[in-house]
């Protein structure tokens, strides 16, 4: 069974950055499709950022998606930290050979969430 565990969520002032790391065990993300979506509060879990199977990095906006398949692990640097941004942010391994991907219901396996919030 395939478990994500995120970290690296904590309080961050507007303006500032934070990389939140999704480390992967009893499965592999080498060749998978990986994602990071998240959720405040009252609202749907909405989509934030994805890499294919074989990408290395994405850049979404202010979000960068990357992968160190060495090291079993899907990052997300996200930059010019806003309020908006505060949620809890979860990571999610897709399909085996898989290009992005934009919604929930294409994660097989999600971690536990990490909170992020931004505030002054």
């Known amino acids: 069974q395939v478990q994500l565990v995120e970290s690296g969520g904590g309080l961050a002032q507007p303006g500032g950055s934070l990389r939140l790391s999704c480390a992967a065990s009893g499965g592999t993300i080498s060749n998978y499709a990986m994602g990071w979506f998240r959720q405040a509060p009252g609202k749907e879990r909405e989509f934030v950022a994805s890499i294919n199977w074989s990408a290395g990095r994405s850049v979404k906006g202010r979000f960068t998606i990357s992968r160190d398949n060495a090291k079993n692990t899907v990052y997300l640097q996200m930059a010019s930290l806003e309020p908006e941004d505060t949620a809890v942010y979860y990571c999610?391994?897709?399909?085996?050979?898989?290009?992005?991907?934009?919604?929930?219901?294409?994660?097989?396996?999600w971690g536990q969430g990490t909170q992020v919030t931004v505030s002054s």
């Open positions: 999610c391994r897709g399909t085996s050979y898989s290009g992005a991907f934009y919604f929930p219901t294409e994660c097989n396996y």
